[in-house]
């Protein structure tokens, strides 16, 4: 995984957990750890799937979906 990749995915969970925290009244932490242990999180991962590409609010709504919080 290149440096930028990394970034890319970065900023994808910080934006992510910021709405997460905001929209279901938890905490940052609290939001991090519903990302980093989720399916979507494993997904944004492996690079094949494209989706450290996509926008945060796309991933984010896939993370919802999974959560069943949709």
Excluded: H, P, R, W
Aim: hydrophobic share 40%; with cysteine.
């Amino acid at each position: 995984m290149t440096k930028e990749q990394t970034f890319l995915i970065d900023c994808l969970v910080e934006k992510m957990s910021l709405k997460l925290s905001s929209d279901k009244g938890i905490s940052i932490i609290e939001a991090l750890n519903i990302i980093y242990n989720s399916n979507q999180y494993e997904l944004i991962l492996d690079l094949k799937t494209g989706l450290y590409y996509q926008s945060a609010d796309y991933n984010y709504l896939n993370l919802l979906k999974e959560l069943q919080l949709l």
